[in-house]
C-alpha cells in the first residue's frame, strides 16, 4: 500500500496577512522533519504566495488553494485561476468544500469542470464530500456521498484519478465541536475505496488518499487516524493554532 498520510489545514476566512504568515512560519518550523506524511496548508488568497515560497524548500509541505475558477482566465471578477496558482507554486486546491456548495451554489457539474482544469495543469484536486444531518439520519448518506464523487470524479481516468486526494468531511460535524465517531468515518471511507475499486481497480482504491473531516481536534486524532481507511485529515478550527495543527499531525 502505497497511499500517502496527509494532514492538511484548511484556514477558511481566517487571519489578517500578518498571522497568516506567523502562523504557517510556526507549522513550518515544527513539522519540518516530518517525513512520512505531508502536511498541506490551505490559507485564504492574499496568503498563497507568501505561504508557498516560505514552504517551497519542503518536501513534505504543500500549499493548498481553497477554491479555483474552471477557466484559464477572463471577466471572472473576484476569481482566481489554476494558471495563477500554478505561477506561485500551489500544489494542491480543494474543490468541493460544503460551505462552497452551500453558499457559493457549486453543484457537481461545476465541481467537475473545476477538478478537470485542476487537473488539466497539473496540480491536485483534494475533492470534499459529505452529508447532512437530515440525510445522515435518514441512513442514506453512503449512497449520497458515493454520488457526489461519482457525479464530480468518476469521468476521469485510472490515471488521473489517482491525483486525486478525497476528504470526506459529514457536515453535521463541521465546526460543531461534534465528531464522527472512529466507526463511522471509518465506515464511510471503508465504503467509498469499495466504491472507486469497483469503479477502476483495488489498486487505484488502495492508493487513493481518504481523509476525514469535520471537528478534528489533538484530543481526537489519533483514534480518528488508527482507523485502517482513514489517511489523515482536513482540519477547519484547529489548523488556525500552530500548536494543535503540529499535534494533529503527530497524531498521524
Ligand atoms: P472544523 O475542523 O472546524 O470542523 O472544519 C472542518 C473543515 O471544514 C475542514 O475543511
Known amino acids: 500500500m502505497t497511499r500517502k498520510k496527509i494532514v492538511a489545514g484548511n484556514w477558511k476566512m481566517n487571519l489578517d496577512y500578518q498571522s497568516g504568515i506567523k502562523l504557517a512560519k510556526k507549522v513550518r518550523a515544527?513539522?519540518?522533519s516530518a517525513s512520512d506524511k505531508l502536511v498541506i496548508m490551505a490559507p485564504p488568497a492574499i496568503h498563497l504566495k507568501s505561504v508557498a515560497d516560505l514552504l517551497s524548500d519542503s518536501k513534505y509541505l504543500y500549499c493548498a488553494a481553497q477554491n479555483c475558477h474552471s477557466e484559464d482566465s477572463g471577466a471572472y471578477t473576484g476569481e482566481l485561476s489554476v494558471p495563477m496558482l500554478k505561477s506561485i507554486k500551489v500544489d494542491y486546491v480543494i474543490l468541493g468544500h460544503s460551505e462552497r456548495r452551500a453558499?457559493?451554489?457549486?453543484?457537481?457539474?461545476?465541481?467537475?469542470?473545476?477538478?478537470?482544469?485542476v487537473l488539466?495543469?497539473?496540480?491536485?484536486?483534494?475533492?470534499?464530500?459529505?452529508?447532512?444531518?437530515?440525510?445522515?439520519?435518514?441512513?442514506?448518506?453512503n449512497d449520497y456521498v458515493a454520488n457526489q464523487i461519482a457525479q464530480?470524479?468518476?469521468?476521469?481516468?485510472?490515471?488521473?484519478?489517482?491525483k486525486v486526494v478525497i476528504a470526506y468531511e459529514p457536515i453535521w460535524a463541521i465546526g460543531t465541536g461534534e465528531?464522527?465517531?472512529?466507526?463511522?468515518?471509518?465506515?464511510?471511507?471503508?465504503?467509498?475505496?469499495?466504491?472507486?475499486?469497483?469503479?477502476?481497480?483495488?489498486?487505484?482504491?488502495?492508493?487513493?488518499?481518504?481523509?476525514?473531516?469535520?471537528?478534528?481536534?489533538?484530543?481526537?486524532?489519533?483514534?480518528?487516524?488508527?482507523?485502517?481507511?482513514?489517511?489523515?485529515?482536513?482540519?477547519?478550527?484547529?489548523?488556525?493554532?500552530?500548536?494543535?495543527?503540529?499535534?494533529?499531525a503527530d497524531a498521524m
Open 30 to 32: 515544527a513539522a519540518s
Open 103 to 117: 453558499y457559493f451554489a457549486e453543484s457537481s457539474e461545476m465541481l467537475k469542470a473545476k477538478v478537470d482544469q
Open 179 to 248: 465528531t464522527a465517531s472512529p466507526e463511522q468515518a471509518q465506515n464511510m471511507h471503508a465504503s467509498l475505496r469499495k466504491l472507486i475499486a469497483s469503479k477502476y481497480s483495488k489498486a487505484v482504491a488502495e492508493n487513493c488518499s481518504i481523509l476525514y473531516g469535520g471537528s478534528v481536534k489533538p484530543q481526537n486524532a489519533s483514534a480518528l487516524f488508527s482507523q485502517p481507511d482513514v489517511d489523515g485529515g482536513l482540519v477547519g478550527g484547529a489548523s488556525l493554532k500552530a500548536e494543535d495543527f503540529c499535534k494533529i
Open 152 to 162: 464530480s470524479l468518476f469521468h476521469l481516468s485510472a490515471k488521473e484519478f489517482g
Open 120 to 141: 488539466a495543469h497539473g496540480l491536485k484536486p483534494i475533492f470534499c464530500c459529505g452529508e447532512s444531518l437530515a440525510i445522515r439520519q435518514s441512513g442514506m448518506q
